[in-house]
């Protein structure tokens, strides 16, 4: 037993022995290193009054170069991490907080801390509370009104984007400026190096507006959610689209064009997710064929208010709106700013549609006793009813552009015949049959050329799809301006009452026009 206890007695006392050992070299050795944290100085420091957001330079040595080693007290307030913007051995760059307040600056580097003997002058930062504009011309002067603004106006500027703009006064409470010569773009504020960004300033921009084109219906039938939704001022109502794509904007009007500078749109409060991948499209062709993708959404706009987007295009558009691929077109606001501008359209480019029912249409038959309607997104021409019932009377109702620079006794300007649209086509119905073309009868062009009258027939390549063209490429060398363009329909003894027309459109060439019909989806 005496043997045990002794034994185990050496073996604790060597154990103890080799710890000690094994520690004190340990201390000695050239791997053991007991952290010391080095001394620094402090000199000076600028500015010595500063507001919030501005960067304050402290200088001095031995700082090392670890940011997350350096906290810099502003009157006891300290600062975050965010705030350290550089540190280099001799220089720290820090950014003084918003809730600093006047006092001494202190610096702490590990655990040694150094206080400067002079004060810290802390300007009570500057803030906005309302802007008197929001759509302005370049020359308007626009007053900014807030606090804590001072009153050196060598302090303060105010940009437009990147452009400076002209200060013509300012107070603590009330700053004021003139627009320059420059795109839309947000009002940044800087006094003193604090940076204030405020709203969206509209440039020499007018509120586009029209009549409202986009997807039909809603979903679950919700008349609350219809493309209506995006253009009545209120950000709590919502569009939402029958179908995973939808589409909401503007027809600009017969004649006019877009010339689109901005757009600012509200996405769905409870899904903004859904307008990323989202466009801002310009078209000329009623069935945006021609569709230009001018803007597309990145990133998730803000819920509640409205995010502003520049356009930059040189091309103007009779129609501007939303495209939605797969978000249901879930969007509260859409608004679309630039100024208004005549239509510019090649001369022999022309699309005729029938989707208003209150216009009298730009083709009319006009042979004595024929009827036009345009409905269901047609021209419905009836024959003259005194002509139905039998077979020995030929029916006719022309279908005319103009006949010597009139229609139905208005002036009207001359169709121009272009090379580069030589292309002549419609999509036509005769009623009842259904077919492109009478049982018996003619639908001949007028080519008021005399010769090469073998043109004025109509080809039959998509006669399938109820199309027939006309290829004038052999008969203008260059434009040519005519008094008369107008279908010649007559001669019909079969069964037919009339004929339903959906469009009339030239093409500049036959792939042309059967890209359309693809696209139609004939």
Not at 111 to 124: A, G, L, R, T, Y
Not at 147 to 159: K, L, Y
Request: aromatic fraction near 10%; include cysteine.
């Amino acid at each position: 037993m005496k043997k045990n206890i002794l034994y185990k007695s050496i073996i604790i006392s060597f154990m103890m022995i080799f710890s000690l050992s094994f520690f004190t070299s340990c201390e000695e050795g050239p791997n053991f290193k007991i952290e010391e944290y080095p001394d620094f100085t402090i000199e000076s420091f600028s500015p010595m009054a500063a507001r919030p957001g501005t960067q304050v330079t402290i200088n001095g040595s031995n700082f090392g170069e670890l940011k997350g080693a350096v906290t810099v007290y502003f009157n006891d307030v300290a600062t975050i991490q965010a705030d350290i913007v550089s540190v280099t051995d001799g220089q720290i760059i820090v950014i003084v907080p918003a809730n600093a307040s006047t006092g001494k600056i202190s610096v702490k580097i590990w655990k040694n801390i150094k206080e400067f003997e002079d004060s810290f002058e802390f300007i009570p930062g500057a803030k906005i509370t309302s802007v008197d504009k929001e759509r302005v011309k370049a020359g308007d002067v626009v007053t900014i009104t807030g606090e804590n603004f001072g009153s050196n106006v060598n302090d303060v500027h105010i940009f437009i984007g990147t452009v400076e703009t002209e200060i013509t006064s300012v107070t603590d409470t009330k700053i004021q400026f003139t627009v320059p010569d420059t795109e839309s773009g947000n009002i940044l504020l800087n006094i003193g190096g604090q940076e204030v960004q405020s709203i969206f300033l509209l440039i020499g921009d007018d509120l586009l507006t029209g009549k409202l084109i986009g997807h039909t219906g809603s979903w679950g039938n919700n008349s609350a959610t219809t493309i209506a939704a995006a253009v009545d001022g209120n950000i709590d109502t919502f569009v939402d689209a029958p179908t995973s794509s939808g589409y909401v904007g503007y027809d600009v009007g017969s004649g006019k064009q877009a010339s689109l500078t901005s757009v600012r749109y509200v996405p769905r409060t409870s899904h903004p997710q859904r307008m990323i991948g989202g466009e801002i499209r310009g078209a000329n062709d009623p069935t945006l064929i021609d569709a230009v993708t001018l803007y597309t959404i990145t990133q998730q706009p803000a819920t509640g208010v409205y995010t502003n987007v520049n356009i930059n295009t040189n091309q103007n558009f009779r129609y501007i709106y939303y495209y939605s691929p797969n978000g249901s077109c879930n969007i509260a606001e859409i608004e679309f700013y630039g100024n208004l501008v005549d239509a510019t359209i090649p001369a022999g480019k022309y699309i005729f549609e029938f989707n208003d029912p209150a216009a009298t249409g730009d083709w009319l038959a006009i042979t004595s006793g024929s009827t036009n309607v345009i409905a269901d997104g047609k021209l419905k021409v009836t024959f003259n009813p005194a002509q139905l019932g039998t077979s020995a009377s030929k029916r006719r109702a022309d279908l005319a552009y103009i006949v010597n620079g009139t229609l139905n006794g208005v002036s009207k300007a001359a169709w121009v015949q272009s090379p580069d649209y030589p292309i002549l086509a419609m999509k036509i119905a005769f009623t009842p049959t259904g077919s492109y073309k009478p049982v018996s009868g003619n639908i001949i062009l007028d080519i008021a050329l005399g010769a090469n009258v073998g043109n004025n027939k109509y080809k039959t390549d998509y006669a399938a799809k109820n199309v027939i063209y006309y290829d004038m490429s052999a008969d203008y060398a260059a434009n040519t301006s005519l008094a008369t363009r107008q279908f010649k329909i007559a001669d019909i003894v079969g069964d037919e009452t009339g004929y339903e027309v959906d469009w009339i459109r030239t093409f500049k060439n036959t792939t042309e026009l059967e890209a359309f019909m693809t696209y139609m989806k004939y």
